[in-house]
């Protein structure tokens, strides 16, 4: 079955950087597109960014362009966030989401548990 | 302030139908598929309905309570037969090709009375 694992979070002074790892299995990850989303804590979810199925193509939200930089390694089934100058404001629980659909980037589809970024001094 | 429009709660009694509201745009709604999300108190979103009105496999026994529906810029998600297990929050979402983003709704909290 599809799980995905996020790591990485944890507490960061503001201004510092922080890179988060998802893994996967259970599916062909090379064929999906994947996902970050964020939920700051009481707050709805806040959509990230998200990667094509071979790396090509990367959108980000405006509140972490020229940021967060997100990446993948389909030889290790693995997807990343580089969280660089960070903020208060980037505090959340982070989840990784699968796209619905393969060699797809619009419709996240099966979700991670999340991994707690807090930026705080 | 989200993209896509919901309303904050909800509510209903036991055997009852409720229906969510999501008002979004032409380029979102409008030009693309509308997605749902069910969290449980606790744990991480679920996919509820994609492609505005399929289901996924592993929705919740009893999956055709669960219906959506989309006209226009607007979207709706119905639950029937309420129970107490669905109380939850319940988000909307859809690709904005505006922006070149996927937009949330702020989400609904359903209280089941």
């Known amino acids: 079955q599809v799980q995905l694992v996020e790591s990485g979070g944890g507490v960061v002074h503001p201004g510092r950087s922080l890179r988060l790892s998802c893994t996967a299995s259970?599916?062909?990850?090379?064929?999906?597109?994947m996902h970050w989303v964020r939920q700051a804590p009481g707050k709805g979810l806040e959509w990230v960014a998200v990667i094509s199925y071979d790396g090509s193509n990367k959108y980000y939200a405006d509140s972490v362009k020229g940021r967060f930089t997100i990446s993948r390694d389909n030889s290790k089934n693995t997807l990343y966030l580089q969280m660089n100058s960070l903020r208060a404001e980037d505090t959340a629980v982070y989840y990784c989401a699968k796209d619905h659909f393969e060699f797809s980037t619009v419709t996240p589809g099966y979700w991670g548990q999340g991994t707690l970024v807090t930026a705080s001094s | 302030q989200s993209v896509l429009t919901q309303p904050p709660s909800a509510s209903g009694t036991p055997g009852q139908r409720v229906t969510i509201s999501c008002s979004g745009s032409?380029?979102?709604?409008?030009?693309?598929?509308v997605i749902w999300y069910q969290q449980l108190p606790g744990s991480a979103p679920k996919l509820l309905i994609y492609?505005?009105?399929?289901?996924?496999s592993g929705v919740p026994d009893r999956p055709d309570r669960f219906s959506g529906s989309k006209s226009g810029t607007s979207a709706s998600l119905a639950i029937s037969g309420l129970q107490s297990e669905d109380e939850a929050d319940y988000y909307c979402?859809?690709?904005?090709?505006?922006?070149?983003?996927?937009?949330f709704g702020g989400g609904t909290k359903l209280t089941v009375l």
């Open positions: 979402a859809a690709w904005d090709d505006s922006l070149n983003v996927v937009v």
């Open positions: 259970g599916f062909t990850f090379r064929t999906y597109g």
């Open positions: 032409r380029s979102n709604i409008g030009s693309n598929s």
């Open positions: 492609s505005n009105t399929q289901r996924p």
